[in-house]
């Protein structure tokens, strides 16, 4: 970068603190701006990142580290988009309506400030706002931009991500799509027509904000709390006219909130449903933005749902469940031959699907991402339901049409569409719940439902493979090296097919994907991943089984596979 570049950079870094109407981030940027000029090298590099472009408003939303500058979360970025999104649905209204948005947050760094901003932004545009009135999970948002027909909800959130970070999801609803995707997140086009309109050189004190005029819906204890009223709509989800209160008595559960939003909406969901043996992860159960007790807030890495099984141990629980930071994933634990394991999201998947298929409406779908694996679609088809594939996100799951179920492999599900569009663990906590009190009941475990349906469908071994990267160009230079030199062998077996979903299909539209199948059966996805700086491989392969007894040799057999294909696929990756 030469002197005038500098300059240049320094002059927008100086505009933006000058504008910033946080005090925290316009002190760090101030800051920054006196070390440049004291001639730190490090800080012109953060400096020159914070300005090297804007954030990309997608199907995803946003998401990035909090701080000053474009290319990261702040006031500034959120108001320019909250701006943005009013002047889409002024547009889409022309006048003949007043458009009504309902907005949530978790409990991550300011998300309550950029909640009540965005409040500010859509009641001076003259909407009407509906804001939550704490820190809630996702899937009441998801499910409150339906049940007040809403043309748009917001929640801020960043899910799993590193406590730096926070995010900004967008669905929508009302007058603004059709009934499949009422309540769903957005998908293109609407993404790019909101972005057209988000104007980033705006200065914030041009953005017309009011300091009130807006709803806070009631609180807990007060008359209509907007938790309770979800609660109370998924409540009937495992009745079924059938009371179960002996039965889920005797089920003992522990429960982890991950630091975040879900834990008191989780636990009270199970009270609800009669499992009354509930023991909470004390170290997790309140929301913490700095997540203390793991590395990463997500169920899925290593370690962190260490201390749930401590305390499954401790207390002779049957089974572990374990939501993310915003409760829309997930996850179990189970004991399996007198140990502790973490179900993959694939067999919970497999677990929900089957359950919920046995007391759909006709006619209802079951439905999965591309990435997840293909025992879904035997079982649907064992039920006699129609089974869809669709890209991966639950933006695109949520849209199936007739869905009844669906679910994705990163422990989310979907098991009442009807009330929330998207992936919702609090409801598919209480599912599998009910799952697992019924098989306790009747003298059989998770563990041995899973041998039912192998037995049945197929021993289905999948596993994953994820690289990390600083350099994010390195990415979409593996994604080309797959394209034009796809590796011949995968655990021993020739590749046979290797198909590039970036130029769609007849029944999927396009995404950066590559599929790779071998003669063995075996399956490997490769794709960039939506929200992290990750390349992500999905593997399976399938091992046919003619009697229940050989269930136990044939995983052993499929496992092996699917280490030899996963130790294969990393040294073709990692080679130069």
């Given amino acids: 970068m030469n002197h005038t570049q500098k300059i240049q950079l320094l002059d927008a870094a100086c505009q933006w603190a000058a504008q910033d109407p946080?005090?925290?981030?316009?002190?760090?940027?101030?800051?920054l701006i006196q070390r440049v000029n004291d001639g730190d090298a490090l800080a012109f590099e953060d400096i020159s990142d914070r300005f090297s472009g804007v954030l990309e408003f997608g199907t995803a939303g946003l998401r990035a580290e909090l701080g000053a500058g474009p290319m990261r979360m702040n006031r500034v970025v959120v108001m320019r988009t909250a701006a943005g999104i009013a002047r889409f649905l002024a547009e889409k209204a022309n006048g003949h309506y007043t458009p009504k948005v309902v907005i949530g947050f978790d409990a991550r760094f300011n998300s309550d400030v950029f909640a009540k901003d965005s409040a500010g932004v859509f009641a001076a545009a003259g909407f009407e706002v509906l804001?939550?009135?704490?820190?809630?999970?996702?899937?009441?948002?998801?499910?409150a931009v339906r049940e007040f027909s809403a043309e748009a909800g917001i929640m801020v959130t960043a899910s799993h991500n590193p406590p730096r970070d926070n995010g900004y999801k967008v669905y929508v609803g009302g007058k603004i799509t059709d009934e499949s995707g009422r309540g769903a997140q957005i998908v293109s086009p609407i993404d790019a027509q909101i972005a057209s309109l988000i104007d980033h050189g705006q200065p914030v004190a041009q953005i017309p904000r009011a300091e009130n005029g807006w709803k806070v819906l009631p609180a807990a204890g007060a008359e209509g709390d907007i938790e309770a009223a979800y609660l109370a709509s998924i409540r009937p989800i495992i009745d079924a006219g059938q009371p179960q209160d002996s039965v889920r008595k005797n089920l003992r559960i522990v429960v982890s909130a991950m630091h975040g939003v879900g834990g008191h909406t989780m636990r009270q969901a199970l009270l609800n449903a009669g499992f009354t043996d509930v023991h909470m992860v004390a170290e997790q159960e309140y929301p913490d933005p700095l997540f203390p007790t793991v590395k990463f807030p997500n169920p899925e890495e290593p370690g962190a749902i260490d201390l749930s099984l401590e305390l499954a141990r401790t207390v002779g629980a049957d089974l572990v469940i374990a939501n993310d930071p915003d409760a829309d994933r997930c996850a179990a634990a189970i004991r399996d031959n007198g140990s502790w394991r973490m179900l993959r999201g694939d067999e919970v998947g497999w677990l929900l699907g089957d359950q919920v298929s046995k007391t759909l409406p006709e006619g209802k779908k079951l439905a999965n991402s591309i990435v997840s694996s293909r025992m879904l679609a035997a079982i649907a088809k064992y039920a006699g339901r129609e089974h869809e594939e669709t890209l991966t996100g639950f933006k695109w799951i949520s849209r199936v049409e007739d869905l009844g179920y669906g679910y994705e492999e990163a422990?989310?599900?979907?098991?009442?569409?009807?009330?929330?569009?998207?992936?919702?663990?609090?409801?598919?906590?209480?599912?599998?719940?009910?799952?697992?009190?019924?098989?306790k009941a009747a003298g059989s475990t998770i563990a041995g439902r899973l041998d039912e349906l192998a037995a049945k469908h197929g021993v289905h071994v999948t596993d994953q493979l994820s690289l990390r990267f600083t350099d994010l160009a390195q990415i979409p230079a593996l994604m080309d090296k797959i394209r034009n030199d796809a590796p011949a062998t995968l655990g021993g077996s020739e590749v046979s097919e290797v198909t590039d979903l970036s130029q769609g299909t007849e029944k999927l539209p396009a995404t950066n994907a590559m599929v790779l199948h071998t003669f063995c059966g075996s399956r490997v996805i490769v794709r960039p991943s939506g929200t992290e700086p990750k390349l992500k491989c999905y593997l399976e392969t399938i091992e046919p089984v003619d009697d229940p007894a050989e269930v136990p040799e044939a995983r052993q057999r499929a496992t092996a596979k699917v280490l030899a294909i996963k130790e294969e696929l990393a040294a073709y990756l990692n080679a130069n």
Avoid: F, N
Avoid at 22 to 31: G, I
Avoid at 135 to 143: Q, R, S
Avoid at 411 to 432: E, T
């Fill in 411 to 439: 422990l989310g599900y979907c098991v009442a569409p009807d009330l929330v569009r998207d992936k919702d663990g609090i409801s598919a906590g209480i599912v599998l719940a009910d799952l697992a009190a019924q098989l």
């Fill in 22 to 31: 946080d005090p925290q981030t316009q002190e760090e940027l101030q800051l």
């Fill in 131 to 143: 804001l939550m009135p704490s820190a809630l999970p996702t899937p009441v948002l998801a499910w």
